[in-house]
């Protein structure tokens, strides 16, 4: 017998169990289904982002700041230590303690709104009489009118090389490694390769990062890429650009990757692990989809519309597993939003406003458009930058590494885009977005107070520097 409700949700990962949340908070009666199980089998609501993702990510990055901290700069704040240690395996095991609290934290939230969980793959049975059947594992039939699909994305593999977790690592073999590896290959550079090269890079391993578009972090701005590569080899992470992969083997218990360089030069590099981050693709194997007719794109996406519509009526597509950035925040967002549209309300998500952060050593943060892409629409513009090394707190800090750029229309001063690279990035982008959100100028942020000393008083700086007037540079 089945049960039926308003609202299905199909995955728990943030954009999935937000959504949930949001339409049990507007009166409606929401199921949530979630296959993800922790290691000892148990339930596991979060998704990639939880689970093997953002949170386990960051926990490992603080572990290995704090590292490298009272191995390089402790000294510079009179502190000494003797005989410094690294416990890879108790590291991963915070982590996962991490992990499991916001497991446990979501499902908390479940039943405080009163959401219905069902462990276990959702699938599509069949629509009839204005509604969806939905299994659960085959054994459990929901049905409803509304669902709302949160499936996110899995890693892509590179052909011929799948992942064993062992040798050849997603992400998920990257963040439990129960050792440091004395030399780790990385297969991509963007946010997933350089953040767990980061982490592993600072407890002691060589790192080397293949590449293979000829330009370093080519969604960022051009001016903070540059900035962020020198920063990057200035810490002894090698990174190769417009490298060509050829093959992948595991041989003697090591890695062995043959490639080539820009100019084609053929090498080879032998590693004792190799992440590879090449990217993720839509997870929407196992849906059914073609037993209800919904639509597909070419890489198995789902096809909707600019309010996340499939070609369905009542059926919704979210986060990963749509277009656009495949961030948490961004799935966070598109789910509220289709909560609320359910409901019969309006809402309003604008993708050019997601801000994109990395949480490496220095971190970096935007939002908008970079100058690159304001001379490629031939938009004017004009630009402010501010140092962190004229920034008190920073000083105080001993991370002075990084800028903040602000670019504003040029006749109307409108903040077209705002990047940070520097400490706590990640935080001070905040101020942008909302500044960016209600379409403020540079000279709205110079004329407000910031308090001092404060590393947010290098936005403010910035948006001073648009008008040729910064006064701490």
């Known amino acids: 017998m089945s049960q039926s409700f308003d609202v299905i949700v199909i995955g728990a990962g943030p954009g999935g169990y937000i959504a949930a949340i949001r339409a049990a908070q507007l009166g409606l009666k929401v199921a949530c289904i979630d296959e993800w199980k922790n290691a000892e089998g148990q339930p596991a609501p979060g998704g990639t982002c939880t689970n093997v993702g953002c949170i386990p990510s960051k926990a490992l990055l603080q572990s290995s700041e704090y590292f490298e901290h009272a191995a390089l700069h402790f000294a510079e704040h009179g502190i000494a230590l003797d005989n410094l240690e690294i416990d890879a395996a108790r590291m991963v095991e915070r982590k996962a303690a991490i992990v499991r609290q916001t497991n446990e934290g979501i499902l908390f939230l479940f039943k405080k709104n009163k959401v219905a969980f069902f462990p276990g793959r959702g699938a599509f049975v069949k629509a009839a009489g204005g509604a969806y059947e939905i299994s659960v594992d085959g054994t459990e039939t929901l049905t409803a009118p509304n669902i ?29 490694m129960q050792e440091v590896p004395e030399t780790l290959g990385i297969i991509g550079s963007g946010v997933i390769g350089l953040e767990l090269g980061s982490v592993w890079r600072r407890l002691g391993a060589q790192v080397d990062i293949l590449e293979g578009l000829p330009v370093f972090l080519g969604a960022a ?55 590879v981050s090449i990217g993720r693709v839509p997870n929407t194997e196992g849906l059914n989809a073609d037993a209800v007719g919904l639509a597909l794109g070419e890489r198995g996406d789902i096809v909707v519309d600019a309010e996340c519509r499939t070609n369905l009526p009542g059926v919704w597509a979210i986060g990963d597993v749509v277009r656009g950035p495949m ?18 309300r309006h809402a309003h998500v604008d993708l050019a406003l997601i801000p994109s952060v990395i949480y490496t050593s220095p971190e970096i943060a935007w939002v908008g458009k ?21 920034n008190g707190r920073a000083r105080a800090m001993g991370d002075t590494t990084g800028l903040v750029k602000i670019l504003a229309h040029e006749k109307t001063d409108e903040i ?36 001092h000393p404060s590393l947010s008083e290098s936005l403010r700086e ?12």
């Open 148 to 176: 709302i699909i949160a499936t996110g994305s899995r890693p892509r593999a590179l052909p011929g090389a799948p992942f064993d977790e062992e040798y050849i690592l997603s992400n998920e073999g990257a963040l439990n």
């Open 221 to 275: 701005d051009e001016q903070i890429a540059k900035e962020a590569k020198k920063a990057f080899e200035k810490q002894e992470l090698n990174i190769v650009l417009g490298a060509k992969v050829g093959s992948v083997e595991v041989q003697d218990g090591a890695v062995r990757v043959a490639y080539e360089d820009a100019a084609g030069e053929a090498h080879s590099l032998v590693v004792d692990k190799l992440i």
């Open 327 to 344: 961030l948490a925040h961004k799935a966070e967002e598109e789910g509220v939003a289709v909560a609320e549209r359910i409901a019969g």
């Open 370 to 390: 970079t100058e690159q892409q304001l001379k490629a629409e031939n938009i004017p513009y004009r630009a402010g930058t501010f140092p962190f090394m004229a």
């Open 416 to 451: 077209l885009g705002v990047h940070i690279i520097g400490a706590m990035a990640g935080e001070l982008i905040a101020e942008a977005c909302t500044a960016m959100a209600f379409r403020a100028s540079s000279e709205d942020i110079a004329l407000i107070c910031h308090a």
């Open 462 to 473: 910035a948006a001073l520097a648009v008008d040729g007037r910064a006064l701490n540079f």
